[in-house]
């Protein structure tokens, strides 16, 4: 073929938006392709449609197009070059056998309705993979905060037998920082990589809420937490008023995102309907939704009557079936919908459309019920470890803050300066500065703990991101109780 001496060109061009895809994004974009060529558009049509789907990987089929159209390559060759620059194993294979089915005439639509098939499972085995893996790094993650934990106590209590300067103190903590952000940051990638939200401003109504409450709530409760630390107000005070801060914020981000769970939980037997209703009675998408009785579905109800309103307004349907997707929050029911508009628009039969979409939809929502049921234990460890470490760390700081008093009310300062020469005593001659930097590296610690520990959750949920200041209330407002009740306790266990 004359025109393959210009390919190198075209490819490079386009080469830098070839990434590695996910199980998910390949499963999307064969549904997303199987039900479009169903409704029996021609190949042409069926890759420029496949180029329009909104998933990464849309870009290989940007590039396929790109050579048919532009040097006059033909669909098998196209498909076998693009494959050829392809970084992922599994889109390469695809398109290699994409290539081969054309090549041997097979019709399109069976064999992308079979890729389908076969990508649903292997995008099911690459899930359980994930989560067996996040089962793995959340019980590593605990052993790391445990170790993070132990490295600041030992600090303390090695301040009690030896003299430490405060540059070692201040490396061993960073150290254990950094460590602590690293298990946070290895269980965001251990976890399955998927995106289940849209952005707040074109989301649901609890997102949009959540995002204006945020403008206000965060600076506030930084603003709040900064002034009170100024003031003088204890470290319990300060922790518990921050956190009271940030719960309603928690508290409005929690329910909308448990308002998309429940949604996407709805969106499969709701397509089923509605193609089914549309394809018994021969009528439109727009009568199939007066016809079905939408009390079925009672989390989508306010959204199913917005879009009938504005069908019945003779609004556009494109836009109508956007704004239903994106005001329900959630990724998947847009591309749920969006496919099942497409494919229905042309041409396609909608309850056979319905059924793919459906497929599509409840495979992923039932995936999803298996990650939160696994992050579930592993935020309720989180909360009940997290409140035990910061427990142990202000007891100890406060062995040591009473052992100082009792040490300087027992002996006088010639005595004390006595002490420490001859019984290597360093706690002896501890001065208000020592014992102010210790109290900051722990408020620190126990302060950073609770945002890495947060930060944990919301990465092994992958929900709702905003969820963040719900966990960081709640763990805040336990370290704050840590500071209340141990000092006491410290205080009465010494003087008994």
């Given at each position: 073929m004359t025109s393959s001496k210009s390919l190198p060109k075209p490819i490079a061009k386009s080469s830098y938006k070839f990434k590695n895809i996910t199980a998910f994004d390949q499963f999307y974009q064969l549904t997303y392709m199987s039900a479009t060529a169903a409704a029996g558009i021609s190949r042409s049509k069926t890759f420029e449609m496949a180029a329009e789907s909104g998933s990464p990987a849309a870009n290989y089929f940007i590039a396929i197009n790109l050579l048919v159209n532009e040097l006059r390559f033909d669909y098998p060759e196209a498909c076998r070059t693009v494959a050829?620059?392809?970084?992922?194993?599994?889109?390469?294979?695809?398109?290699?056998?994409?290539?081969?089915?054309?090549?041997?005439?097979?019709?399109?639509?069976?064999?992308?309705?079979?890729?389908?098939?076969?990508?649903?499972?292997?995008?099911?085995?690459?899930?359980?993979?994930?989560?067996?893996?996040?089962?793995?790094?959340?019980?590593?993650?605990?052993?790391?905060?445990?170790?993070?934990?132990?490295?600041?106590?030992?600090?303390?209590?090695?301040?009690?037998?030896?003299?430490?300067?405060?540059?070692?103190?201040?490396?061993?903590?960073?150290?254990?920082?950094?460590?602590?952000?690293?298990?946070?940051?290895?269980?965001?990638?251990?976890?399955?990589?998927?995106?289940?939200?849209?952005?707040?401003?074109?989301?649901?109504?609890?997102?949009?809420?959540?995002?204006?409450?945020?403008?206000?709530?965060?600076?506030?409760?930084?603003?709040?937490?900064?002034?009170?630390?100024?003031?003088?107000?204890?470290?319990?005070?300060?922790?518990?008023?921050?956190?009271?801060?940030?719960?309603?914020?928690?508290?409005?981000?929690?329910?909308?995102?448990?308002?998309?769970?429940?949604?996407?939980?709805?969106?499969?037997?709701?397509?089923?309907?509605?193609?089914?209703?549309?394809?018994?009675?021969?009528?439109?998408?727009?009568?199939?939704?007066?016809?079905?009785?939408?009390?079925?579905?009672?989390?989508?109800?306010?959204?199913?009557?917005?879009?009938?309103t504005r069908l019945r307004a003779l609004v556009s349907p494109t836009v109508c079936w956007q704004r239903f997707g994106n005001e329900t929050g959630s990724r998947l029911i847009r591309q749920a919908v969006g496919i099942f508009y497409e494919a229905v628009r042309l041409g396609g039969d909608p309850e056979q459309v319905g059924f793919l979409c459906s497929m599509f939809a409840s495979r992923t929502a039932m995936l999803r019920a298996k990650r939160r049921t696994v992050v579930s234990t592993f935020t309720w460890l989180t909360l009940v470890m997290h409140i035990v470490v910061a427990a142990l760390m202000v007891f100890v700081l406060h062995i040591i803050h009473n052992f100082l008093l009792l040490m300087q009310s027992a002996m006088t300062a010639d005595q004390a300066a006595l002490a420490s020469e001859n019984l290597a005593m360093p706690l002896a001659n501890f001065s208000p500065q020592q014992m102010q930097f210790l109290d900051a590296i722990t408020i620190m610690m126990v302060v950073l703990l609770a945002v890495i520990s947060a930060m944990a959750i919301v990465a092994s949920d992958g929900g709702y991101k905003f969820k963040l200041t719900l966990y960081l209330a709640v763990l805040l407002f336990m370290s704050g109780i840590s500071f209340w009740i141990v000092p006491p306790m410290v205080a009465r266990l010494l003087t008994i």
């Open positions: 050829d620059k392809a970084p992922s194993d599994e889109i390469k294979s695809f398109l290699l056998r994409l290539s081969d089915a054309m090549r041997s005439g097979e019709p399109l639509p069976a064999f992308l309705a079979r890729e389908a098939a076969v990508q649903a499972n292997v995008y099911d085995n690459a899930y359980e993979r994930d989560l067996e893996s996040l089962k793995k790094w959340s019980d590593a993650f605990s052993s790391i905060v445990v170790s993070v934990a132990l490295i600041v106590i030992i600090n303390l209590v090695s301040t009690m037998i030896y003299s430490m300067g405060t540059g070692m103190i201040t490396g061993l903590v960073i150290t254990a920082v950094i460590m602590g952000f690293f298990g946070a940051w290895i269980l965001s990638r251990a976890a399955p990589q998927e995106e289940m939200t849209i952005p707040s401003a074109i989301g649901s109504d609890g997102q949009r809420r959540t995002l204006q409450l945020s403008r206000i709530i965060i600076p506030t409760a930084v603003l709040l937490g900064g002034v009170l630390a100024f003031l003088g107000f204890s470290q319990a005070w300060v922790l518990v008023a921050v956190s009271a801060v940030l719960l309603p914020l928690g508290i409005v981000s929690s329910r909308a995102d448990a308002e998309i769970t429940k949604k996407d939980a709805e969106i499969s037997s709701f397509l089923r309907s509605v193609g089914g209703m549309a394809t018994s009675t021969g009528t439109t998408l727009k009568e199939a939704i007066t016809k079905i009785d939408i009390s079925s579905f009672p989390r989508l109800q306010p959204d199913v009557k917005r879009l009938d």
